[in-house]
């Protein structure tokens, strides 16, 4: 870290908003400037990065039921175009579990395999990458939103376990079949009888030296080191011969750019449109994000629009070279980072890397065991998409988000993936309407000896006044929430206790509508034929101006509109006196 504010300094002017081209690629720009003593910690982070990945990328693109190199082509394509884009200095961009999960997930749906099913998770790629770049031109981040983190991490926690249950049967040389994750669950637990048992061993092992080095050794990438050995052990113990899945033909060589067909993308649209959207909402708060830390920790701004161009690109060009959904990659960046990447040329090394295992290696990977390959993904999906911590939080801070997340998981697991995405989107919108609708509303009391108006439910002690209730409103007064608060006046008129006048606080409210400011005036009628006096207390001065413009405030009286509810509460008890003076 002490590293970081030099790199910071001489590198100011990247800082500055570029004109020109590189406006548009950045690495225009910075490129030309780019200083020779910088090369050794970006090429070094790029190795270590690459070393990471490769092995990872092949369990990616088995998650997403597409050719192992197909997972390759798309790390290479995302990590160059991505470096000529970004303004990140650390980030890595690559495909990663729980996007893989979204494109496996509609793989499944549609039912394609081979070729089709690249095709098909291309598509989803380039309609990723125009989402992305569409999210950037309309300046609409905002849209990320509607996917609350509860339901983010149920869904990943969710497509997590439907993946390890895919997963299963390469560890036990045994198949599963079912329309849901549990129905999957059930017929591979009906088959272990016809287990094979050199590939359990193979499974068994491989789970052992993955989970170990973690748990042990966590700095040693265990994916690295997993598909070496199982390399090796397949080629010394000819474990083909003897039964084990191997996973076959992995052709040298780059691909060429390719578009999807049209007939394809007619037929499954629907598909490839839900999928990219819940690709684009999964992937923008977490590329934002990440950038954002980075850029904190070093000192140095991001152009979080470019961010989402750089992402946009990186997907186009990985769709287009017959590749698979990428994103920013936390595990990755922060390797980055620490092996001593400063600028973007880590990136551009780990995809000249991965490019040169397409060539030189890529038929090796041909003899990899499928249980060993089971293990590198279940690893990755377990310890990538499972936030455990983050369940206990929500079940100690917020049990209800909690529970929208135990229905997150529950609604992949029974319906699968690409249907959890709509069930997640569902549930975070229903969340959201809940939440608007139903604002709190509690009941004011005040603090013994002091002006200070508190929740009475949170402080039952706390001084009231019979026959005055003191009603706060905490959210906004418009078409969602009028009815509401109506009603909830009406509860305490109509209540057992005698109401002669009633205070609402406004502190709470930020903006009203015009729905909003006609229930206020349909409120003081309610009030008014009950023989009810009604005060406002604590109006923002920008809600007085709708609330004058309608008449609002005329029909109430602006002597009936006070500063704070202990003006408002005063002011009711001297009217109640002097009306009792002159009618004794």
């Known amino acids: 870290?002490?590293?970081?504010?030099?790199?910071?300094?001489?590198?100011?002017?990247?800082?500055?908003?570029?004109?020109?081209?590189?406006?548009?690629?950045?690495?225009?720009?910075?490129?030309?400037?780019?200083?020779?003593?910088?090369?050794?910690?970006?090429?070094?982070?790029?190795?270590?990065?690459?070393?990471?990945?490769?092995?990872?990328?092949?369990?990616?693109?088995?998650?997403?039921?597409?050719?192992?190199?197909?997972?390759?082509?798309?790390?290479?394509?995302?990590?160059?175009?991505?470096a000529l884009f970004c303004t990140s200095r650390q980030i890595s961009t690559g495909p990663s579990s729980s996007l893989a999960a979204v494109a496996g997930g509609a793989v499944l749906v549609t039912g394609l395999g081979g070729h089709e099913a690249a095709q098909l998770v291309a598509a989803i790629t380039l309609a990723t990458g125009i989402l992305f770049l569409a999210l950037a031109a309309l300046r609409m981040g905002w849209i990320a939103r509607f996917l609350s983190k509860a339901v983010v991490t149920g869904f990943l926690a969710g497509a997590a376990v439907d993946v390890v249950i895919g997963e299963l049967p390469k560890l036990t040389g045994t198949s599963a079949e079912g329309d849901t994750a549990w129905r999957e669950f059930a017929t591979w637990l009906s088959s272990l009888g016809d287990a094979h048992g050199t590939t359990v061993l193979v499974g068994v092992i491989s789970l052992a030296v993955i989970l170990g080095l973690r748990f042990v050794v966590p700095a040693v990438p265990g994916a690295l080191v997993l598909v070496v050995g199982g390399l090796?052990?397949?080629?010394?113990?000819?474990?083909?011969?003897?039964?084990?899945?191997?996973?076959?033909?992995?052709?040298?060589?780059?691909?060429?750019?390719?578009?999807?067909?049209?007939?394809?993308?007619?037929?499954?649209y629907v598909t490839i449109l839900v999928a990219a959207v819940a690709l684009l909402l999964i992937g923008f708060s977490q590329t934002a994000g990440d950038a954002r830390a980075f850029a904190t920790r070093h000192r140095y701004r991001i152009d979080v629009n470019q961010e989402s161009v750089a992402q946009g690109m990186a997907n186009i060009g990985a769709g287009v070279f017959q590749g698979m959904p990428v994103s920013t990659s936390l595990s990755a960046s922060s390797l980055n980072e620490s092996a001593g990447a400063t600028t973007p040329v880590a990136s551009l090394t780990t995809g000249a890397l991965v490019v040169a295992t397409l060539i030189v290696l890529?038929?090796?990977?041909?003899?990899?065991?499928?249980?060993?390959?089971?293990?590198?993904?279940?690893?990755?999906?377990?310890?990538?998409?499972?936030?455990?911590?983050?369940?206990?939080?929500?079940?100690?801070?917020?049990?209800?988000?909690?529970?929208?997340?135990?229905?997150?998981?529950?609604?992949?697991?029974?319906?699968?993936?690409?249907?959890?995405?709509?069930?997640?989107?569902?549930?975070?919108?229903?969340?959201?309407?809940?939440?608007?609708?139903?604002?709190?509303?509690?009941?004011?009391?005040?603090?013994?000896?002091?002006?200070?108006?508190?929740?009475?439910?949170?402080?039952?002690?706390?001084?009231?006044?019979?026959?005055?209730?003191?009603?706060?409103?905490?959210?906004?007064?418009?078409?969602?929430?009028?009815?509401?608060?109506?009603?909830?006046?009406?509860?305490?008129?109509?209540?057992?206790?005698?109401?002669?006048?009633?205070?609402?606080?406004?502190?709470?409210?930020?903006?009203?509508?015009?729905?909003?400011?006609?229930?206020?005036?349909?409120?003081?009628?309610?009030?008014?034929?009950?023989?009810?006096?009604?005060?406002?207390?604590?109006?923002?001065?920008?809600?007085?101006?709708?609330?004058?413009?309608?008449?609002?405030?005329?029909?109430?009286?602006?002597?009936?509109?006070?500063?704070?509810?202990?003006?408002?509460?005063?002011?009711?008890?001297?009217?109640?006196?002097?009306?009792?003076?002159?009618?004794?």
């Open 362 to 584: 890529a038929p090796v990977f041909s003899h990899l065991p499928k249980a060993v390959l089971g293990a590198v993904i279940i690893d990755a999906v377990v310890f990538g998409m499972i936030d455990v911590s983050e369940l206990r939080r929500l079940y100690r801070v917020a049990r209800f988000d909690f529970w929208v997340a135990v229905a997150a998981i529950v609604g992949v697991l029974s319906a699968g993936v690409l249907a959890g995405v709509v069930i997640g989107v569902a549930l975070s919108l229903g969340w959201l309407i809940y939440v608007a609708t139903g604002p709190p509303m509690p009941l004011l009391g005040r603090e013994p000896d002091t002006q200070v108006f508190r929740d009475l439910e949170e402080n039952p002690g706390d001084e009231t006044f019979p026959g005055i209730p003191v009603l706060a409103l905490d959210g906004g007064l418009f078409f969602a929430t009028a009815e509401a608060l109506e009603e909830r006046i009406r509860g305490l008129l109509e209540g057992e206790s005698v109401v002669r006048a009633l205070v609402v606080d406004l502190e709470g409210v930020d903006f009203v509508d015009s729905q909003g400011s006609s229930k206020l005036s349909d409120i003081y009628e309610l009030t008014e034929t009950q023989g009810v006096t009604l005060r406002l207390a604590r109006v923002k001065p920008h809600l007085l101006v709708v609330l004058d413009a309608d008449g609002v405030l005329d029909r109430i009286g602006a002597d009936h509109v006070h500063g704070n509810v202990h003006r408002a509460l005063e002011a009711e008890l001297a009217t109640e006196r002097t009306r009792a003076d002159v009618n004794p």
């Open 232 to 268: 090796l052990a397949s080629a010394v113990f000819d474990l083909g011969a003897h039964g084990v899945a191997l996973v076959g033909h992995v052709p040298r060589g780059l691909p060429a750019p390719e578009l999807p067909g049209a007939t394809l993308v007619k037929d499954h």
């Open 1 to 82: 870290e002490g590293g970081g504010g030099a790199v910071d300094v001489d590198m100011a002017t990247q800082d500055r908003k570029p004109g020109g081209p590189a406006r548009i690629v950045p690495a225009l720009g910075w490129l030309p400037r780019y200083e020779r003593r910088r090369l050794r910690g970006d090429v070094t982070a790029g190795i270590a990065v690459t070393a990471l990945v490769v092995p990872k990328n092949l369990g990616y693109a088995g998650i997403a039921g597409v050719p192992l190199q197909n997972g390759l082509y798309a790390a290479a394509a995302g990590a160059i175009i991505y």
